[in-house]
């Protein structure tokens, strides 16, 4: 008998990871913990965090009677549901420490208020600190009937591979920018995302991209205290996802509401409506890393509850990384000009005329009365169209804006040029004036205009 | 024997969430979900609950007599807890079966504007023969409102 022979393998114990997207809440998870005299006390919580396969964080919420029992025994019971399968799981925890700082406190806060804002209890919900316990068992319940399990939508692995692909071959910022948006919905499946980046120094979020929306909204800004999951993502470093959002109001809503009535009158106000579902019912918000910074949040919606997963979150992650990392690395290649060719100039265009119009003050642009964009973009455009009329010359380079950006007052110039650029292309296009930017190499581009130009600067 | 105020007697039957908790003789916690349950005119409460899922739960009585309950309102959050130290198992009769439809029926209602399906509700834990059904009686010796908010664990007299 050969004694080396393998031992069958074993049945592979149910792990924390299996069960992870049951932690979050869609039901309430309700624990029991017990006094020092053996009483116990049950206690409903927002949701649990997920840490790794040994552990668990808690909300630490209130000094209460679990509060208490918790710190006298350590010992509790944790209940939580499956509302697609109806599968239930009790996991026996032991108390370890408290955290009211880190990674996992701050996953822990910034959920919170995610779920919190959504419910309408931000009074109520108020973060003391994140327990963490080890998980010494878990006991899987079958329920009545099981409920069939969805299908993965797709198979996210094999999409990030495609996508991390596409994206590596991205020789500049739209290519890269065109990349992400079409595997975010060919290998992901994802029908409704914005690219939302960040402006440091206005603290706000500027809407370079987004797919499934009827308005783009490319340049379309927002207060990084009034963005929603994007803002909380983006300020606390986490991913936030919210899935089962018929009980939501606050401030998700407000964005379609805002959306609505600036629609109305979108034309002639000086705001570009934002994009984004009316009434979603998933979200997924991650914050975009590159270099130590974070640059900006890729916000995923879905008509449908429960869309994402934890295993979106780690997807999305990934190719929120290489996008930010792109972003941070080919907009210093635009900077990077290709060797000045003849500057032909702007053919006599035969179209209508466009007539520019520029505030100054925060650099807010009109073409023929309807708002194009303000800020950086568009203090740039301004520039351009003055350039062009006083020179006759369609083409610009990236360094004549950068020696621009002194005399414009615009800091920023320097440091996003690529960006600002493309989102003024994206932006010209989409409002479809007769007026557009094309690239003509590295560094080098042109302001096409159907028309004959003119400028006024308003006071 | 101390009994609950008639409204959060009602309260028990009108579409909440029901959870149990115990305690097994070493410290142990246990818990698990409840189906229906009642106040009865003795001031005792009994709780029907799903014998397969409860088989801890159940085991922890058993041992302790410990039992906590509380009871949720989906939509307004409104909470009942109760705590008993004499808690007893007994066998589900079909005399049970108004109650347990009762209690069905008012979860349901109360459910659905958040997406829950009869039948998925049905499937997942109502739709169970008399005889799975396992029954918890026990003397509340406290009682607190713990809907969420400011007035969070504020204790409920019982009544003489």
């Known amino acids: 008998m050969n004694e080396n022979l393998s031992p069958p393998p074993e049945r592979r114990a149910l792990k924390l990871r299996d069960v992870r997207r049951l932690l979050e809440g869609i039901i309430p998870p309700a624990m029991c913990t017990v006094s020092a005299d053996g009483t116990p006390h049950v206690n409903y919580l927002s949701h649990a965090e997920y840490i790794d396969d040994d552990h668990v964080a808690l909300t630490y919420q209130f000094l209460n009677r679990s509060r208490a029992n918790v710190l006298a025994t350590g010992r509790v019971a944790l209940s939580v549901e499956d509302p697609i399968t109806g599968v239930s799981v009790v996991l026996q925890l032991r108390y370890e420490r408290t955290d009211t700082a880190g990674p996992v406190f701050e996953r822990l806060r910034a959920k919170l208020s995610g779920i919190a804002a959504q419910t309408g209890m931000e009074k109520v919900f108020h973060l003391r600190g994140a327990d963490v316990y080890r998980v010494e068992s878990l006991r899987k319940l079958d329920p009545v009937h099981p409920l069939p399990a969805m299908q993965p939508r797709c198979d996210l692995a094999a999409g990030v591979r495609r996508l991390s692909e596409q994206l590596g071959e991205a020789p500049d910022l739209r290519s890269l920018l065109q990349a992400f948006t079409e595997g975010l919905q060919r290998d992901l499946r994802v029908s409704h995302a914005i690219v939302w980046l960040l402006d440091e120094q206005r603290q706000g979020l500027y809407t370079l991209a987004s797919i499934g929306y009827e308005q783009a909204g490319s340049g379309a800004e927002l207060p990084l205290a009034e963005a929603g999951l994007a803002g909380v993502a983006l300020r606390e470093n986490v991913p936030i996802r919210i899935g089962h959002m018929s009980q939501m109001c606050a401030y998700g809503m407000s964005w379609r509401i805002k959306a609505e009535q600036l629609g109305l009158q979108a034309a002639m106000a000086d705001t570009i409506p934002l994009p984004g579902l009316r009434a979603p019912r998933s979200q997924l918000a991650v914050p975009l890393r590159a270099r130590g910074r974070t640059v900006g949040a890729l916000l995923v919606e879905s008509e449908h509850d429960q869309f994402f997963s934890y295993d979106d979150e780690d997807a999305l992650t990934a190719v929120g990384a290489q996008l930010a990392q792109g972003l941070a690395a080919l907009r210093t290649a635009e900077l990077v000009e290709e060797p000045a060719t003849a500057a032909p100039a702007a053919p006599q265009a035969g179209g209508n005329a466009l007539r520019v119009r520029h505030y100054p003050r925060d650099h807010s642009v009109f073409v023929n009365d309807q708002y194009l964009i303000k800020g950086v973009a568009g203090a740039i455009v301004a520039k351009l169209v003055r350039d062009q009329i006083d020179s006759g010359r369609e083409a610009f380079s990236t360094r004549e804006l950068r020696l621009a950006g002194g005399d414009l007052r615009l800091p920023e110039v320097q440091d996003n040029l690529g960006v600002r650029l493309l989102l003024l292309e994206r932006r010209l296009a989409e409002r479809d004036f007769g007026l557009r930017i094309e690239r003509a190499g590295r560094g080098q581009y042109r302001l096409v205009a159907s028309g004959p130009l003119s400028l006024v600067t308003e006071a | ?160």
């Open chain 2, 1 to 160: 024997m101390p009994r609950l105020p008639p409204h959060w007697a009602a309260h028990l039957e009108s579409g909440v969430s029901h959870r149990l908790g115990g305690s097994h003789a070493d410290g142990q916690p246990e818990i698990c979900r409840g189906l229906a349950a009642q106040a009865l005119p003795d001031g005792r409460v009994e709780v029907l609950l799903d014998a397969n899922i409860g088989e801890q739960l159940l085991s922890a009585v058993r041992e302790s007599g410990r039992i906590a309950y509380v009871a949720a309102r989906p939509g307004s959050h409104v909470t009942l807890h109760l705590k008993g130290t004499d808690a007893e198992i007994f066998t589900v009769t079909a005399a049970h079966a108004p109650l347990f439809e009762r209690c069905r029926e008012a979860f349901i209602a109360n459910v659905a504007p958040f997406g829950f399906t009869r039948e998925a509700i049905m499937a997942v834990w109502y739709d169970l023969d008399t005889g799975r059904l396992a029954g918890l009686r026990f003397t509340p010796n406290g009682a607190w409102d713990q809907t969420p908010g400011p007035g969070a664990g504020q204790a409920i007299d019982l009544m003489p």
